[in-house]
Structures are given as C-alpha cells and as structure tokens.
C-alpha cells in the first residue's frame, strides 16, 4: 500500500483545499518556520485515527479545526483525506476491493468526528485495524514528531517493547485479543 495524496481542508493552518502529492521515493517537505510542515504529518496521523489530543499538540480533538486568522473566520468543520496506491491489494480483507483506496476523516464541532473509506461510513476502529496490521498507523514508528528520540532513549522496557511490537507489525493482534477476551 503507497500513499499518493493527502488533501486537507480547514485542517489547521490548511484552510483552503490543499493537496499534498506523494510521489514514489522519498518526499521532502521544506520552508519556514511555522509553515505548516508538522501539521502535514499530523493530518496523516489524524487521518489513520489518531485519537490523543495530545499528540495533535492540542489540548482538544476539535483543535485541529482551523481556529481563524487576522483575516479569515474560523471553520466548523476539519477533514482529510488520504489516497492510497492498492493496486497490489494489500489491504487487509474487506478493504480490498479496488485498485485505490480512499480514507476521510471529517471532524465537525459539538459532533465529533466521522470515517469514509471509499465513500462507506466506517468506525474509528475499522481505520485504525487497517493501519495497525501494515505497520504504519496513528502510532507507527515510521512517523517520527520532534522530540520523540529523546522520549524513546527514556522510556520505561514497557513502552519501548510496544514500540517494538508496534514495528514488528504485532499491535493489530493484541487489540484483536483484547476485544476478544471482552466478548
Ligand atoms: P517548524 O519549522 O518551526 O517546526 P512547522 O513548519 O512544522 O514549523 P507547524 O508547527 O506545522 O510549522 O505550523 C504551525 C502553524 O500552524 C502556526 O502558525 C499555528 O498558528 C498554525 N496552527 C496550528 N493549529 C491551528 C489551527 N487550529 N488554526 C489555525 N492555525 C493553526
Ligand atoms: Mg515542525
């Protein structure tokens, strides 16, 4: 599965449509400070569920929506979408019937966030379990914030081994365990 595009709209600094073409190889996203840059990889954590406020570098999930400027209003509304390359079908069952694969995460204010993939309502865990099984996701060590070196070198054995479980591609079946012992 290869990312091809991001679109964000009224995702934070993004309030126009925006889109971010992710060719194959490696991509570099450049300028300023302050630009934007952070808030692109954090629309693609959001994007794949991430559900920590915190980890958005907010104090409140509805912080992503794009809060106003000197001259534009604030949005009610925040959604990405992320385009996927499934051509090789890869996706797990069920997500796997079309050569593109599009997610969208829409969050509106006092109602909280909705799912598509590929038009279909879908839940928060159904994104998540898509992700968790490709080793990428919300929580994936292939998204690395600023600041995470550090944490990582300080962690406790505990969360260091769910780092490494995380990249061993293993997190999806403990949640499937989890949710199994609750049935
Ligand atoms: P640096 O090079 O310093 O790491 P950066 O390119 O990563 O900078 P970001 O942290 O992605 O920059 O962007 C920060 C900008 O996003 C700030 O100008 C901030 O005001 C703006 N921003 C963040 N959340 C919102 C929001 N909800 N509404 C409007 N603007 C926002
Ligand atoms: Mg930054």
Redesign the pocket.
């Known amino acids: 599965m290869r990312f091809t595009k991001l679109r964000l709209t009224g995702f934070?600094?993004f309030v126009d449509p925006t889109d971010l073409m992710i060719a194959e190889g490696l991509t570099g996203v450049v300028?300023?400070?302050?630009?934007?840059?952070?808030?692109?990889l954090e629309a693609l954590r959001w994007v794949m569920g991430e559900t920590r406020a915190k980890a958005m570098r907010g104090s409140g999930m509805e912080?992503?929506?794009?809060?106003?400027?000197g001259s534009r209003p604030a949005r009610n509304f925040a959604e990405v979408s992320l385009h996927i390359d499934n051509s090789e079908r890869l996706a797990p069952a069920g997500f796997n019937d079309s050569d593109t694969l599009e997610i969208v995460r829409r969050i509106t204010r006092d109602v909280g966030s909705a799912y598509k993939t590929n038009g279909k309502d879908v839940r928060a865990r159904d994104v998540q379990m898509l992700f968790a099984d490709a080793s990428t996701g919300a929580h994936s060590p292939s998204l690395v914030r600023?600041g995470q070196i550090a944490e990582l070198i300080n962690a406790k054995p505990k969360s260091r081994r769910r780092i490494l479980e995380e990249a061993a591609g293993i997190s999806g079946l403990y949640q499937r365990r989890h949710e199994a012992e609750l049935k």
Do not use: E
């Open positions: 934070k600094s300028g300023p400070n302050g630009c934007g840059k952070s808030n692109l912080d992503v929506i794009f809060a106003g400027s600023q």
